[in-house]
């Protein structure tokens, strides 16, 4: 499967999404509403195995869940779970559930900025933690550990997410996929995903696109429990990763842009 170009015949119409996301008017369906062109169901399956895991791993998790949100409780003022609006299954809003890790009030607009950068320049989806001074303390142990994403058992166990799928996006995100590009909406997203196995930030945007469209296009039992097997892998490199940044002597990373006159639009 060829990796999504980025186009230059939407260039004005992406630029409209993007403002209209920025404003909370991207054009997508909430939970409610009907869509015209219905997205596969999911596989019975799926839902048995993710059920099965929240019993499996609930007397682990859940005292990990407690002492994380009585740290953040002690390390930071303001509430322990950040609601988010994403996009989900079906183009769908939906309001996900994190534990907190930045300061009450951050602005958003530091990670849209950061975010539309790197789609322009397809360069690798590295995230601002280890110099985002949005963060609590402890809050980039917390986002490389994976340990901020454990209250969407919650949304797993209402059937918004799964345990394995493509990430959920933010609205502004979305403004870039084209409608061929949102195939990757056709299942539930998941707490980790082929992505997330296969590089994550060392990978850029259309590859990102490509391997979450090979996952809804093959997903299997197999691969699903494939993908969790591997996680644990993915989190300790993401650890490492984070570590090396933290510690580590500062260097300059080269980043890779678009040569000149190059448009930034997904088509």
């Known amino acids: 499967m060829p990796l999504p170009e980025l186009k230059e015949s939407n260039a004005e119409n992406s630029q409209v999404l993007l403002e209209s996301a920025r404003s909370g008017e991207v054009p997508v369906l909430s939970s409610q509403e009907e869509v015209a062109t219905p997205p596969p169901a999911v596989p019975v399956w799926k839902r048995g195995l993710d059920l099965f895991l929240i019993l499996l791993l609930a007397p682990v998790l859940i005292p990990v869940m407690l002492a994380t949100a009585l740290a953040i409780k002690w390390l930071s003022n303001g509430p322990v779970l950040f609601r988010q609006t994403r996009i989900g299954y079906g183009c769908r809003r939906f309001e996900l559930l994190k534990f907190r890790t930045m300061k009450v009030g951050a602005e958003s607009r530091m990670h849209d900025e950061h975010l539309d950068k790197l789609i322009q320049t397809q360069a690798p989806m590295t995230k601002l933690d280890h110099q985002d001074p949005r963060l609590i303390p402890g809050g980039r142990w917390l986002r490389a550990t994976g340990l901020d994403e454990l209250p969407q058992l919650l949304n797993v166990l209402q059937g918004t997410m799964s345990f394995v799928g493509p990430r959920p996006c933010v609205p502004t995100e979305f403004a870039w996929y084209g409608p061929t590009q949102r195939s990757r909406f056709n299942g539930l997203p998941g707490l980790t995903g082929l992505w997330q196995v296969s590089g994550k930030n060392r990978l850029s945007f259309p590859e990102m696109i490509r391997l ?56």
């Open 212 to 267: 979450d469209e090979c996952y809804i296009a093959t997903v299997s039992p197999l691969l699903d429990l494939k993908i969790l097997l591997k996680t644990p892998w993915a989190i300790l490199s993401q650890v490492r990763d984070t570590a090396r940044l933290r510690f580590g002597p500062k260097k300059q990373v080269p980043v890779r842009t678009r040569p000149a006159g190059a448009t930034a639009v997904q088509g």
